[in-house]
Structure formats: C-alpha cells, structure tokens
C-alpha cells in the first residue's frame, strides 16, 4: 500500500483548525489523518464508503469525522462517507504522478 504524505501536512491551516477543534496536538491529527487515508486507500477505490461519520471516529477519536468536515476533507451524506480529491491524493495513479515529480 502507498499513500501520499505533503512533508507540509504538519503546518497547514487545515491542520491547526483541527488542532485547536480538538484540543489535542498537530502531530496526533496527522497521526490519525494518516489512519484514516490508509483506511479509505484500502476499502475504497474512488473515495466513497458506504455507512456514516461515525466509522472515522472509531479507528481515530470521537469528533474527528465532524473537525474533518468542518474544514472540507470529509462528506458525509446519503449514508455515504467522500474523501474530497481522493483519486488526487491516493491510489496507483496518484502514485505515479507523485513519483514522476521527483
């Protein structure tokens, strides 16, 4: 499995807000954004996953589906959990593409 991490995740305003959301430090949340990225890349292929908000919050911390939300990296609609720009970011496109920039 291969999943794309920016070396500037750390600092991003995304991460901050989360960060302050939560109480809890950046590094925790990138901990836990890599947990949640590797879960989709492996249960879904176009960055949907049938079932609820909820499912996030159990393989990080309760709150985290709704701080992601709230800073625009999660959808949760329909009975249906999106990760915006996943083919962007994950799988063996992604993966290429990345590769090819070095």
Same mark, same amino acid.
């Given at each position: 499995? *291969? ?7 750390? +600092?991003? #305003?995304?991460?901050? @807000?989360? %960060?302050?959301?939560? @109480? ?6 990138? /901990?836990?954004?890599? %947990?949640?990225?590797? *879960? ?6 176009? /960055? ?9 919050? %159990?393989? +990080?911390?309760? /709150? ?7 800073? /625009? *990296? ?7 959990? +999106?990760? #915006?720009?996943? +083919? ?15």
């Amino acid at each position: 499995m *291969w999943i794309k991490i920016d070396t500037q995740l750390v +600092t991003k #305003p995304e991460v901050f @807000q989360m %960060s302050q959301f939560l @109480q809890i430090s950046r590094a925790e949340i990138v /901990g836990h954004l890599v %947990s949640v990225w590797s *879960w989709f890349d492996q249960n879904s292929e176009t /960055g949907e996953i049938k079932g609820c908000c909820s499912m996030v919050d %159990s393989i +990080t911390r309760e /709150g985290f589906a709704n701080a992601l939300v709230d800073c /625009g *990296w999660l959808l949760c609609q329909d009975n249906t959990i +999106t990760l #915006p720009n996943f +083919t962007k970011h994950n799988g063996a496109t992604a993966k290429k593409r990345a590769q090819g920039q070095q």
